[in-house]
Each structure stands twice: as C-alpha cells, then as structure tokens.
Nanobody, 112 residues
Framework: QVQLVESGGGLVQPGGSLRLSCAVS????????LDWYRQAPGKQRELVAT???????NYADSVKGRFTISRDNAKNTVYLQMNSLKPEDTAVYYC??????WGQGTQVTVSS
C-alpha cells in the first residue's frame, strides 16, 4: 500500500545543485523515519540521509555538509537538497519509509 514517487533528478555539472522530491502515500507520513538511498552502477545501494519524525537528521560521511534532507508533513513529501555536487554523486536516488517498497528512483548525473 506504500507508494513512493521520486522526482527532480537530472544532469548537472560538478559544483551544481539539485533538489529531489519524494511523494509518499499509503502511510501516516508524520510517524515514519524517512530515508534517501542511492545506487551507482556496479555498487551496492547506499543510505545517504535520514530524517526522523522529530526532524532529526543524519548523513553519510560522503555527503555530509553538502546534502540536506527535509520533510513537509503537510505535503507528505521528503526532499533532498544536493549542493556542491560531485561526479561521485552520480546514481539513481530512492526514498524509503522503512518498508520494503521502492519507487522507480530518479537519476542524478553529475558530469562536465
């Protein structure tokens, strides 16, 4: 019943910015921890950011200081603001609610 729709990806140059969105339905959104994951070609899926229902955030070391996760409970949406992007950030980005349910993801490509 959980439904996730990621959006906002695209092609950006190194140093650029992008904001990803994930619209969630099928749960009482405000009660759940929300995560952003990414998966680069040939690599394992990696947890990059987490936000609790009390708005506490955590980040992977690789993105700390550059990415910001946020949530808007009124819109049932979680965001990932991505600044100072690097080629190593290239991946498909997915949101997750702790359920084993995944959306299509959104492609982020950082290249000059």
């Amino acid at each position: 019943q959980v439904q996730l729709v990621e959006s906002g990806g695209g092609l950006v140059q190194p140093g650029g910015s992008l904001r990803l969105s994930c619209a969630v339905s099928g749960i009482i959104f405000r009660l759940y921890v929300l995560d952003w994951y990414r998966q680069a070609p040939g690599k394992q899926r990696e947890l990059v950011a987490t936000i609790t229902r009390d708005y506490i955030t955590n980040y992977a070391d690789s993105v700390k200081g550059r990415f910001t996760i946020s949530r808007d409970n009124a819109k049932n949406t979680v965001y990932l603001q991505m600044n100072s992007l690097k080629p190593e950030d290239t991946a498909v980005y997915y949101c997750n609610t702790g359920h084993d349910v995944w959306g299509q993801g959104t492609q982020v490509t950082v290249s000059s």
